[in-house]
C-alpha cells in the first residue's frame, strides 16, 4: 500500500484529502504543519509522495520543500494551494516540486495526479495484493479466490486490503472508525465488529489467511 504524506493547516480540508485517498487503496498521513510532517518523515516512516500546501504557519511550501529536496531527490512532491500565479509556480518548481494545483481541489483530478506522479517516479501503480489463491486489485475493486470473484461492499474491501497490508500488525477498532468511516455519526467501534463477522463469513473458504480479533484493542490478519 502507498504511504502518502499530506501537509495542509486547514484541519478540515487535510481530512477530507486523506479520508479519500485512503478510501481508495492508499494510506494517507495528515499533518497540520511542515514541522509535524518533518516529524512523521524522519521518525522511521517511508512515504512514496508528499502534497503540500505553500501558505502555512512557520515554515511555508517553499522552504518545506526546499528541505525535502536537499534531503530526498527523489520522492515526488505535488503543491496544493490556493496560489494560482505564475511566480508562485515558477518558485516551486525552481525548487524540485513535480506537479502543482490549484484549490479548490477536484478529489477525483488530485487522484489522477497522484497516480501520473508514482507512476513518473518509477513507482509501479499496480496495487494487487496477492496472498496464496487471493488476489485483491485496488484499482478494479475486485476479490478473487482460487479466481473465483468474492463481492464485497466498498468498506469491506478496504478494510480487508488494510488489514492484510500489514499481517500481524493490530489495528484498533478506533483507528478503523477514523480511516473508513469519517466522521459518521451513529455508527460506533462496534460497527467494525459487524463488519469483521460479514468478512469471515465470506473468507471462510479460503485458507491463505485469518482475521484475528485481538482482545482488548480491535483485529489483525495473520497469513496461514
Known amino acids: 500500500m502507498f504511504k502518502i504524506i499530506v501537509v495542509e493547516d486547514d484541519r478540515e480540508l487535510n481530512r477530507a484529502v486523506s479520508a479519500f485517498l485512503n478510501q481508495n487503496g492508499y494510506e494517507a498521513t495528515g499533518c497540520l504543519s511542515a514541522n509535524e510532517a518533518y516529524d512523521a518523515l524522519y521518525g522511521g516512516n517511508v512515504f512514496d509522495l508528499i502534497i503540500s500546501d505553500i501558505m502555512m504557519p512557520g515554515v511555508d511550501g517553499f522552504e518545506f520543500a526546499r528541505t525535502i529536496r536537499e534531503m530526498d531527490k527523489n520522492i515526488p512532491i505535488l503543491f496544493?494551494?490556493?496560489?494560482?500565479?505564475?511566480?508562485?509556480?515558477?518558485?516551486?518548481?525552481?525548487?524540485?516540486?513535480?506537479?502543482?494545483?490549484?484549490?479548490?481541489?477536484?478529489?477525483?483530478?488530485?487522484?489522477?495526479?497522484?497516480?501520473?506522479?508514482?507512476?513518473?517516479?518509477?513507482?509501479?501503480?499496480?496495487?494487487?495484493?496477492?496472498?496464496?489463491?487471493?488476489?485483491?486489485?485496488?484499482?478494479?475493486?475486485?476479490?478473487?479466490?482460487?479466481?473465483?470473484?468474492?463481492?464485497?461492499?466498498?468498506?469491506?474491501?478496504?478494510?480487508?486490503?488494510?488489514?492484510?497490508?500489514?499481517?500481524?500488525?493490530?489495528?484498533?477498532?478506533?483507528?478503523?472508525?477514523?480511516?473508513?468511516?469519517?466522521?459518521e455519526t451513529g455508527s460506533g467501534p462496534r460497527t467494525v465488529d459487524v463488519y469483521m463477522t460479514k468478512l469471515r463469513q465470506k473468507f471462510a473458504d479460503c485458507e491463505d489467511f485469518e482475521i484475528v480479533t485481538v482482545h482488548g484493542l480491535g483485529y489483525k490478519a495473520v497469513l496461514k
Do not use: C
Open 80 to 183: 496544493m494551494t490556493a496560489r494560482d500565479d505564475f511566480a508562485a509556480k515558477q518558485r516551486g518548481f525552481r525548487m524540485g516540486i513535480d506537479d502543482y494545483l490549484v484549490k479548490p481541489i477536484d478529489l477525483e483530478e488530485l487522484l489522477l495526479h497522484v497516480e501520473a506522479l508514482l507512476r513518473r517516479a518509477g513507482i509501479s501503480t499496480s496495487r494487487k495484493l496477492e496472498i496464496g489463491s487471493l488476489v485483491m486489485d485496488a484499482d478494479e475493486r475486485t476479490v478473487t479466490v482460487a479466481g473465483e470473484d468474492v463481492p464485497l461492499t466498498m468498506r469491506e474491501f478496504n478494510l480487508l486490503y488494510k488489514l492484510l497490508s500489514y499481517p500481524k500488525k493490530a489495528f484498533t477498532r478506533s483507528q478503523l472508525m477514523d480511516e473508513f468511516w469519517d466522521g
